[in-house]
């Protein structure tokens, strides 16, 4: 009986061991069941991305972790058209992993025959070394020979897509958008020169990133820890350039070069009262997707904004607007030129070595005679002199958002040798930049308000938000009252002085021309028959639609700035106010008194000065 009770109690402690493993294995299997439907749920719900993307091809790959660069457009202002100045495309290279390919010859021939290249080269790069892992056999493939290539499944031969930038307008804005090249520390692209490398950082965008778990053999661990941050696409931006104006100024300025047999040409146009830049542009030009063929890497640079040199008289309203408005002539002060004046152990003489008597101030910028400017200079005095040029912005940077940009240089009006500031005030001894003498017109024309010219209108960020371009007036450097009166001054200029090529019919066009001379490098005088003829103005005078420079560097068929300069700011100024569609204002026939008094009526002053001899 005890043996029976002993026995019977054994095989219960046995089948409850069972049963308690039968549970515990199954437990084991029920945390081990729902550990993997959670890690299923983590990897669809959080990690699909990543799976997908590790399923898909490269091309989707680098969709998700490189940025697309943003886009860079011009508007057609009259319609309100977008046009794209940059945008992207892809490329694609074709590459080759030689020691997996067994017949070469056939190879080289086939892919030869398809990408329509030399089958020598092709051969040699896939026979070249021994046991070679990878050799890039040509790049830049269009798509179509690509997926033709493609089709035939040749036997070690592979391709790579990558960003890459498409310039739709050829020579027209090379200087101005800059280019693009690899950037040595990522996939992406990286912008050089111009806008592309301005905005360089606003138009790449982010790299995404991906992080796995490997094990010892490298291989992923499907159940580690992974992460994906897809790539943030760069923003757009959309430019203050009207694209039918942009490609007008282009074609002009490459013309005029070609015409005049010059060294270059630049042309900006500039909304005066709001800084906005509708056309910038230098002849020679390049392409933006062909760079590599520029032979000098400083004709990268916008001449517009980074090449300085001395105005020579289209300066000259700058410094007498200043006297203007410190009341210290008018337009109807008077003073006898008596052809030159003698300063130190120097002989200033006019352009045209004549003595003209007694002058008006109206008639020192028709004539633009340099003993009058010396006048000016005289009663303005150093430090005025100097407080306006500043004022004007004159020997600082513009800020107009591109680089590189040059500040100018006007250290020598600093010096106390009064010979630096004679030469000055007709535009020798001081450096600037077209942009900053277009600007300083600007604000002649506008009622005396410098405001910070711009070329970025809008930026579009990736996320759909927009961020505009606030225009900003950075001084007010003259009266509206002396901006009316050099207005009329400068008229009269167009009308009866050296810019009458720049006149419009039907318009008041204000303008200054100005051939200056080049000074030697080094230092020690100027060069023989070298100049650089500019011209700058803006229209319709009594309210002005546009500021505009004309410069043309050493025209080897015109001596003066009104065979050359001026003329060609005439033909701009007639299609500017015809494509804006401003209507006339003024009879046809040229008028033979000044225009001066109309525009001085209501704006009279109680300063007089007395005629004085030089």
């Not at 897509?161 to 992406?188: C, H, W």
């Not at 405001?451 to 225009?471: C, F, L, M, N, Q």
């Not at 319709?540 to 015109?558: G, Q």
Request: hydrophobic letters at 35%.
């Amino acid at each position: 009986m005890s043996m029976w009770m002993h026995g019977k109690s054994h095989q219960e402690n046995s089948g409850e061991r069972i049963e308690g493993r039968f549970w515990f294995i199954y437990i084991v299997f029920f945390l081990i069941g729902c550990a993997i439907i959670v890690r299923l749920g983590y990897l669809q719900l959080y990690q699909n991305g990543f799976y997908a993307m590790l399923a898909s091809d490269q091309h989707d790959m680098q969709t998700k972790l490189i940025p697309s660069r943003g886009q860079i457009f011009a508007r057609d202002h009259i319609y309100g058209t977008l046009y794209p100045l940059a945008t992207n495309r892809t490329a694609w290279s074709v590459y080759a992993v030689p020691r997996n390919i067994v017949d070469k010859p056939t190879i080289a021939r086939t892919v030869s025959e398809v990408l329509g290249i030399s089958y020598d080269d092709i051969y040699t790069k896939l026979t070249k070394r021994d046991n070679d892992p990878y050799e890039v056999l040509i790049k830049d493939v269009h798509t179509d020979a690509v997926e033709n290539l493609k089709a035939l499944q040749l036997q070690g031969i592979g391709f790579l897509s990558q960003n890459a930038r498409l310039y739709p307008e050829k020579n027209m804005s090379g200087q101005l958008i800059g280019f693009v090249t690899d950037d040595e520390k990522s996939t992406s692209l990286k912008g050089r020169y111009g806008i592309e490398s301005s905005y360089d950082d606003i138009l790449r965008g982010r790299p995404g990133s991906m992080s796995v778990e490997k094990d010892a053999k490298g291989n992923m661990l499907s159940t580690g820890n992974t992460q994906l941050h897809p790539a943030e696409n760069g923003s757009d931006l959309i430019l203050t350039i009207d694209r039918s104006v942009q490609f007008k100024t282009c074609t002009v300025v490459a013309d005029a070069v070609k015409k005049y047999q010059a060294d270059s040409g630049t042309i900006i146009i500039m909304n005066p009262n709001t800084g906005a830049i509708l056309a910038m542009c230098s002849a020679p030009n390049f392409d933006s997707a062909d760079f590599k063929s520029v032979g000098d890497v400083a004709d990268y640079s916008n001449k517009a904004i980074y090449t300085s040199y001395e105005p020579g008289s289209v300066f000259k309203p700058i410094i007498m607007s200043s006297a203007i408005d410190a009341e210290k002539v008018t337009p109807n002060t008077t003073y006898e030129d008596m052809g030159y004046i003698n300063i130190d152990e120097y002989k200033i003489r006019n352009s045209d070595h004549a003595a003209h008597g007694v002058q008006t101030m109206v008639q020192v910028l028709e004539k633009s005679l340099n003993t009058g400017m010396v006048f000016v200079e005289k009663q303005l005095g150093h430090d005025l002199f100097l407080r306006y040029i500043k004022g004007f912005g004159f020997g600082e940077k513009t800020n107009i958002g591109v680089t590189p940009e040059s500040a100018g240089d006007i250290s020598n009006i600093e010096k106390t040798s009064k010979i630096f500031m004679v030469t000055a005030s007709y535009g020798q001894g001081i450096t600037m930049t077209p942009m900053q003498i277009v600007r300083a017109y600007a604000a002649m024309g506008n009622g005396g308000k410098l405001v910070r010219p711009y070329i970025v209108d809008e930026i579009v960020h990736a996320d759909g938000s927009r961020e505009k371009t606030k225009s900003i007036v950075v001084n007010q450097v003259i009266s509206s009252r002396t901006s009316q009166l050099i207005t009329g001054m400068l008229i009269d200029v167009v009308e009866k002085g050296h810019g009458k090529k720049a006149g419009v019919p039907g318009y008041w066009v204000a303008g200054k021309t100005g051939t200056a001379q080049v000074a030697k490098a080094g230092g020690g005088g100027y060069q023989k028959n070298i100049n650089i003829g500019s011209f700058a103005g803006y229209a319709p005078a009594n309210n002005p639609r546009f500021a505009m420079i004309v410069k043309i560097e050493h025209p080897r068929d015109v001596a003066w700035a009104e065979a050359s300069a001026a003329p060609i700011f005439g033909e701009m100024a007639s299609y500017l106010l015809t494509y804006m569609q401003i209507p006339p204002e003024r009879p046809l026939i040229p008028i033979k008194e000044s225009i001066v008094p109309e525009f001085i009526s209501s704006t009279t002053t109680s300063i007089t000065t007395s005629t004085k001899k030089l």
